[in-house]
């Protein structure tokens, strides 16, 4: 993927909480159709990193996000959505009391933009995506299993048409069994042609779908390369074992 054009750009992006720098001159590139991994200790930024992304819930303090060439970071957090950046969560941001056909339209309409019968059908073919489109369609969220509201997830995601789709830890909370079928899932999401950047603890996980690895330490990028290269540096090995 290196002749790929770059879809994504953060550059010199920083995020501050009063004297607390969480993101610290961060900058990367992902390339279309990427799986681009981060890594990184327990409040190494990660999740900031995805916040001032998308904008949810505040822009960075400093420096750019483009995409496609385009500066984003000045954008609202619906628009930078409907450009084509989606999120997950680390915990469920699903609606609890709709069901799960509801919480896959709201997205098709809110996200990706669809309206009637193409939000109708952009949502049925998501929930056949990730083997939801049973009668679980119609059950509440809150009716679901651990591993049925990452499905839900992964196809609210897919309707909501990301060009990049930011996914937070998606693996929090699951067995071993689980985790390899969301590696499938996450493959599913890859070959519909969305470029994802994939936040995991899971190392397994992580360093089975991903191309390219980085990682953060103390809101700094410490490593940035293929996967194989960078689980062996000692920067590395020593941020995650020095702790
Ligand atoms: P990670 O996802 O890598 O575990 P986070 O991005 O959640 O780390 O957090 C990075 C650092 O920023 C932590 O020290 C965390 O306490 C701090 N932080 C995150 N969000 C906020 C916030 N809204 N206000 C103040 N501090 C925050
Ligand atoms: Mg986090």
């Known amino acids: 993927t290196d002749a790929s054009p770059v879809l994504l750009e ?27 991994g ?7 930024g990660k999740s900031t990193l995805f916040n001032v992304i998308t904008g949810i819930p505040f822009p960075p303090s400093s420096g750019a996000v483009l995409l496609r060439g385009e500066e984003i970071q000045r954008l609202r957090p619906h628009q930078i959505s409907r450009a084509g950046i989606l999120r997950t969560f680390q915990k469920d941001a699903e609606f609890y009391t ?10 098709a309409v809110y996200c990706g933009g669809a ?29 679901l299993s651990v591993f049925e509201r990452k499905q839900l997830m992964i196809a609210s995601a897919i309707a909501g048409r990301p060009k990049v789709l930011l ?25 519909r042609g969305i470029t994802i950047v994939l936040i995991e603890h899971v190392l397994p996980l992580l360093l089975s779908v991903s191309e390219h690895l980085m990682v ?22 020593e941020a995650y074992l020095g702790k």
């Open 10 to 36: 953060v550059r010199n992006v920083t995020r501050r909480f009063g004297e607390l720098v969480a993101v610290d001159d961060v900058s990367f590139t992902v390339t279309e159709g990427q799986v681009f």
């Open 38 to 44: 981060i890594a990184g200790p327990n409040g190494s």
């Open 98 to 107: 709709l069901t799960a056909f509801e919480n896959v339209y709201t997205s």
């Open 115 to 143: 309206v009637g019968a193409d939000a109708r059908r952009d949502s049925m073919q998501a929930l056949e995506d990730v083997a939801l489109a049973d009668d679980r369609r119609d059950r509440p969220v809150s009716e």
């Open 167 to 191: 996914l937070d830890e998606p693996a929090a909370g699951l067995t071993r069994p689980e985790v390899t079928q969301l590696a499938d899932l996450i493959r599913t999401v890859h070959r």
């Open 216 to 237: 953060l330490n103390q809101g700094a990028v410490i490593a940035s390369g293929t996967p194989k290269d960078v689980v062996r540096m000692p920067q590395v090995v």
